[in-house]
C-alpha cells in the first residue's frame, strides 16, 4: 500500500499524532493483516482513531490517496508500454475515460503537446510479460479508437526508477 501525499502539509493543520501517521505511512502501511492497528499500538491510540485521523487529513486534502502498488516486475510483467497519442483535443477527455477504464490500462492522463516535436497529448501506460504482448494490447486500443488517433506510439522503460511521493522528516526540530 502507498500513501500519497499531497505538498501542501501546514505545520498548523496536523498535530504531532497527525504527524507521526504520516511519517509511519509514508514508505506505505505496514505490510500485516490488521495495518491501521499495528500503527495504532505504535502510537498507544486505536486502530479507529487512525482510520479518523487519515479520513481528516484526506478530506483536508493533506493525503491524496490510499493505493496499492504492485511491483510489475515482481509479478512477471517484464514489459512496460508508455502509450502516446495524437488525439484531436476536443476528444481528449472521452478518449481517455474509456482508456483509462480499460481493465489493462494501469493509468492514463492528457499533457500538453510541444509542437512540433511533440504532438502527443494522451499517455495510456500498459505492462505485459513482453513487448510482443504489449503491442497486441496497444493494437487493441488501436482498433477501439479508430481513426480518432491520428498518430500513436509505443514508449519502452529501459530501468526502473525509485517513485516517491513527498517525504517528512521524523527529526524533531528544536526552535
Not at 501542501?8 to 498535530?15: G, Q, R, Y
Not at 486505536?46 to 479520513?55: G, L
Amino acid at each position: 500500500m502507498d500513501m500519497h501525499f499531497s505538498k501542501k502539509i501546514i505545520p498548523n493543520l496536523i498535530d504531532p499524532i497527525d504527524r507521526e501517521i504520516i511519517i509511519l505511512t509514508q514508505a506505505g502501511l505496514p505490510l500485516v493483516a490488521r495495518p491501521y492497528a499495528a500503527i495504532g499500538k505504535q502510537l498507544r491510540i486505536s486502530s479507529e482513531e487512525v482510520m479518523a485521523r487519515i479520513e481528516k487529513m484526506k478530506s483536508l486534502g493533506l493525503i491524496r490517496r490510499i493505493a496499492v502498488v504492485p511491483n510489475h516486475y515482481a509479478l512477471g510483467y517484464q514489459a512496460n508500454g508508455m502509450s502516446v497519442w495524437d488525439i484531436p483535443d476536443e476528444l481528449v477527455d472521452e478518449i481517455g475515460g474509456v482508456m483509462g477504464g480499460l481493465a489493462f490500462v494501469s493509468h492514463c492522463y492528457s499533457r500538453p503537446r510541444l509542437l512540433p516535436k511533440w504532438p502527443y497529448n494522451l499517455f495510456a501506460m500498459v505492462h505485459g510479460k513482453s513487448r510482443d504482448e504489449v503491442n497486441a494490447t496497444i493494437e487493441e486500443v488501436a482498433y477501439l479508437i479508430g481513426d480518432r488517433a491520428r498518430k500513436y506510439e509505443v514508449i519502452y522503460s529501459t530501468r526502473i526508477l525509485k517513485k516517491t511521493g513527498i517525504r517528512i522528516s521524523n527529526e524533531k526540530k528544536i526552535i
